[in-house]
């Protein structure tokens, strides 16, 4: 399980960093804006959610021409960032808040983009279910994770060392499409692409790591620092695994898309004329 007040923490030391070292990011990114290109939806409001730096906003505003978009993120420092790229002319605005507890009205809002989010929620379908409620009916809801194949090369190398927890756990797109429709939103379609990083040394991986917020925050993460000579093993471990001298993390990246249903009909809502039921002939 994830630590919220840890994400927040890391995203906040990570935002001054972040734009030089998203390269992840913009992959995804740039891979989800493509899949969004042949979906037709008229918004007039979209919401980045999980916005970080704000590095979408702006191909979003042109790709909804019409739209306002709404920056949203857990972490403040982020938001600044995200502001500071905000020309006078652009109608974007930005808002702090968890993907769990959106400030938006039931139905109000029609694209909910997310790139890279949902690998730091620890409970998915408290989230989708909120997408589902501010989502309206034919709304999109687009997004790009991390696969269960992603950092298996650290997640190895760990395991060997010790019986923590360093590394995040991902849904499959099985699990991911069933918590989607549960939740109340519509015909969910994934596919799966795949990126390897490579790395010289140790050193600049961690750097990475540490750079876009992307460290352990795993509640059940061991509280005291990680001993010099377990992380030397370990670092040890990942060196004896390289290629031509090289580091080498897989990653997993899942995009999809689903569609907003409307708001759920709460059972008390539900009204049964009596007179109108038609009587057995005795």
Not at 51 to 64: S, V
Not at 74 to 87: F, Q, T, Y
Not at 152 to 168: K, P
Not at 223 to 243: C, E, N, Q, W, Y
């Amino acid at each position: 399980m994830l630590s919220r007040n840890h994400i927040r923490r890391q995203f906040e030391r990570a935002a001054n960093s972040f734009d030089e070292f998203d390269f992840v990011h913009a992959n995804t990114r740039d891979g989800l804006l493509t899949r969004l290109e042949p979906l037709l939806v008229d918004a007039t409001t979209v919401v980045d959610l999980g916005a970080g730096t704000g590095a979408a906003n702006r191909a979003l505003g042109k790709h909804f021409r019409k739209a306002n978009v709404i920056a949203v993120d857990i972490a403040h420092g982020m938001l600044i960032k995200a502001r500071e790229k905000k020309s006078w002319l652009s109608r974007i605005a930005f808002a702090q808040a968890s993907a769990d507890a959106l400030p938006f009205p039931e139905g109000s809002v029609d694209v909910v983009f997310s790139n890279l989010m949902l690998p730091w929620v620890d409970k998915p379908a408290p989230v989708f279910s909120e997408i589902a409620r501010v989502l309206r009916k034919g709304g999109i809801f687009a997004f790009a994770t991390l696969g269960p194949d992603s950092l298996q090369e650290l997640a190895r190398a760990w395991a060997a060392i010790d019986d923590d927890a360093h590394v995040n756990r991902f849904l499959d797109m099985h699990d991911l499409g069933d918590t989607l429709i549960n939740a109340g939103l519509q015909d969910p379609v994934l596919d799966v692409d795949r990126l390897s990083v490579s790395y010289k040394t140790s050193e600049r991986l961690f750097a990475d790591l540490t750079a876009v917020g992307g460290r352990n925050a795993l509640r059940n993460r061991a509280r005291t620092l990680t001993g010099k000579k377990r992380f030397a093993a370990m670092v040890a471990l990942l060196h004896g695994a390289a290629v031509d001298g090289k580091i080498s993390l897989d990653l997993e990246l899942v995009f999809g898309h689903c569609w907003g249903a409307g708001p759920k009909m709460d059972s008390s809502d539900f009204r049964i004329d009596a007179s109108q039921i038609p009587l057995r002939g005795s």
